[in-house]
Every structure is written in C-alpha cells, then in structure tokens.
C-alpha cells in the first residue's frame, strides 16, 4: 500500500517561519487562505481589485496585489484559474519571486504541459487537494478534512517535501490522509477523473437517465428526484462504506438490478472510450484544445455552458431546490465564470 501521512505525521514548524501568499480567493484560494490562518500560518492573498478582493477583505485576510504578495512571501501558492496562470505568471508572479522562493500549484497542468516554466532557483512543487475548494473549507471547519496529494518538480532548498506536507497539513488534509505523486500523475489522473468519471461521466449518465425516464412519459419531478436528488444521498455511503458500504444499505432488489444492469450501461465500449479520453490526455490533445479555446475566447465552452443551463433537469431542478430549504442552505456561494448561468441559484 502506498505511505499516506497524517495530521501527527507532519511537522509544520518550517511553513511556520514563513509567509505564504495564496494567489486568487475563489474555491481552492478561499480555503487555502482561510484554513492555512486558521491553522496559525503567516497568510497574505493576491489579487487584483474586484470581487474577490473585497470579500477577502470581508473574511479578515491579509490582501494585496499579486505583484506585492509574491514579494512578500516565501511560499507562493497559484490558485488562479488554470487558463489566468500562465500571463499571470509571467507579469506578476515571476519578476517578484526571489531565490530559495516555494512555487506551488493545486494541479500540475501548467508545469507538466509547460504553459508556466518556473527559474530553476526555486523550489516547485504541488499540494493538490482531492476535492472542490468549498469542500475543503467546509470539512476543515467541521475539524474533518480533504485527502491531498503532494507532488516535488524541483527541490532547489532540499526542504521541497517538508514544506510540501507542512502546507498539506495546514489546509487541514493532514486529517483526512496525504499521498506523494509526481506532476505527471497528478495532471494526468485529476483530467481522467474529472471528465470520465467525476464531472463528464456523471452530468452524461444523469442526464440520459432523466431524458430516458422523461422521454417515455415520466414526470420530470420524479425523474429529477430519481436520477439527481437521489444521487448525493447514494454517494455519501460510498463515501462512507464503499460500494459495499452503499449496496448494504439498498434493497436486495436495488442490489440485483444492480449487478445485472449496471454492466449494461457502463460497458466494455464504455471503458474503451475512457481509454480513449485518457489517451489524449497523456499525448496532449486536451491540453492543446483546452489552451486554443480559451485563445479564442471560449465560442464553445460559452455556447454549451448556455445549452446545459437550458436543460430541462437544470430548470426542474431549481424549481425543487427552492421548497428544500436544506438544500439550499447548503449551497456555497458560485464562482463568477459561472455567473453567466441565468436563474443559478446563488
Ligand atoms: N476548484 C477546485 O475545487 C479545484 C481546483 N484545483 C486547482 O486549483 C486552481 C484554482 O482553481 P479554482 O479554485 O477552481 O479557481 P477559481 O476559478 O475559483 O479562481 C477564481 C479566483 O481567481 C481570481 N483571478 C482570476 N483571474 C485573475 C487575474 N488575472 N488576476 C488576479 N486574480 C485573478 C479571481 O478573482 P476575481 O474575483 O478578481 O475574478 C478569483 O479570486 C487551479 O489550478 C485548479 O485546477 C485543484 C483541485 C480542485
Ligand atoms: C473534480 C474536479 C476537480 O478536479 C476537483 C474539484 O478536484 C477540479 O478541477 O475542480
Ligand atoms: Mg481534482
Ligand atoms: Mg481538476
């Protein structure tokens, strides 16, 4: 099994000598600045003036411009949006970093498809949290935490690993378990797991299981409740228990359905386009397209962003949500690139 490390594991003393700037206060930024103070570390954030600016300095943070943070700190962590990072990089971050200066990244995307190339006298390594940024703030706040991934590409002070993990801890994932990985692994394995499986295996699976159940004459409410609502409520005993954990808690009838036509739906042609999802991942076609679409300004993420709000599971969705007052407490403020959404819920 490979070595997960703990809270007890860790020691901190190292980060604690020292100021980190937490560039951009959005999912991950917010989290990360908010824990790492909570956790008694030196905390400055970067940002340009606008929304976010403001709500940081709302929540009691230390903020600045990103030029005047970087100078500021030690260790710099780059919780901008992964297509911002590379012209930020460039005018902000890297004319202000000094020798023996910690570059650190929530994802390897950048590094490993060499959109920012860092001097060669720092350290660069990634502390990558394995789940959304709110989450990471919210199981911090309830003293639980994510598991995170920690990742080494140059260790210019031979102190990379302990400061890597001192990070991991006071983000509060030192709770929840810490794994090492290389850059490679990391970019290549989160792109994997967000398109197939997490993020685009599951928005397609839900919405063809409401379009089957609407389409042959269901009520969308009871396909909303069916195949969305009812999701969370089946995730979190995996989360708990595994598959095993969730299969105890169904019924027999649910179970055998389950053996018998789950295969059907996820299949060996399934698995083969996974394949194919992962291979253009690893050779670089998604990177590539990713980075040209936003150079275009995004016709298509923009066109599809629209097409998807319009979907009939969004509209019925919003609909139930607002006689769910619980639900709707729970939901963490969204992040402006999802504003052009109309009627999201806030
Ligand atoms: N979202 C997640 O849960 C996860 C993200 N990651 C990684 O973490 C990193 C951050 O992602 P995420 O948290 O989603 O990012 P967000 O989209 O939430 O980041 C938005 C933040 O960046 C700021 N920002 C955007 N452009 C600029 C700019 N030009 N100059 C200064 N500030 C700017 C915004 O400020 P303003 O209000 O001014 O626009 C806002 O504070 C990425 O590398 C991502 O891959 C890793 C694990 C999970
Ligand atoms: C699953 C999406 C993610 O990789 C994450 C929250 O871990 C992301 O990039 O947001
Ligand atoms: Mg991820
Ligand atoms: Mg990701």
């Not at 606008?50 to 990103?66: I, L, R």
Request: charged fraction near 25%; hydrophobic fraction near 40%; charge should be negative.
């Amino acid at each position: 099994m490979a070595k997960v490390l703990y809270h007890n594991d860790i020691q901190e003393d190292l980060l604690k000598g020292k100021k980190v700037a937490v560039i951009g206060y959005g999912s991950q930024g917010h989290a990360h600045a908010l824990n790492l103070k909570e956790s008694g570390f030196d905390v400055v954030v970067g940002l340009r003036k606008g929304k976010s600016w403001d709500k940081a300095k709302e929540d009691g943070v230390q903020v600045a411009t990103v030029a005047e943070a970087t100078a500021q700190a030690e260790v710099v962590m780059v919780l901008l949006p992964d297509e911002h990072q590379p012209k930020v990089y460039e005018e902000s971050i890297k004319p202000n970093l000094d020798e023996g200066n910690a570059l650190v990244f929530a994802h390897g995307f950048n590094v490993h498809f060499n959109q920012v190339v860092p001097p060669s006298n720092v350290d660069v390594f990634l502390v990558a949290p394995k789940g959304p940024g709110h989450l990471v703030r919210r199981t911090y706040s309830e003293g639980a935490g994510v598991p995170a991934l920690y990742g080494i590409e140059q260790d210019y002070t031979g102190q990379a690993k302990e400061l890597a993990l001192a990070y991991a801890k006071g983000i509060g994932a030192g709770r929840a378990g810490v794994l090492e990985t290389s850059f490679q692994e990391e970019t290549e394995t989160d792109l994997f797991g967000e398109q197939a499986v997490l993020c685009g295996g599951l928005t397609s699976l839900v919405k063809a299981g409401f379009e089957t159940l609407t389409e042959a004459g269901y009520q969308p409410e009871v396909a909303y409740f069916e195949c969305l609502h009812e999701l969370k409520l089946i995730v979190d005993l995996m989360y708990e228990g595994g598959l095993e954990g969730m299969r105890y808690s169904i019924s027999d009838t649910a179970q055998w359905g389950d053996f018998v036509s789950g295969p059907r739906v996820v299949n060996a042609e399934t698995k083969e386009r996974m394949k194919e999802v992962l291979s253009d991942i690893q050779n670089g076609e998604f990177a590539k397209g990713w980075i040209l679409e936003n150079q275009v300004n995004r016709p298509q993420f923009n066109a599809v962003n629209k097409r998807e709000s319009e979907h009939q599971i969004e509209k019925v969705g919003r609909e139930l949500r607002e006689l769910m007052p619980f639900v709707k407490a729970a939901q963490q403020p969204k992040k402006s690139k999802k504003e052009v959404v109309s009627n999201a819920p806030r």
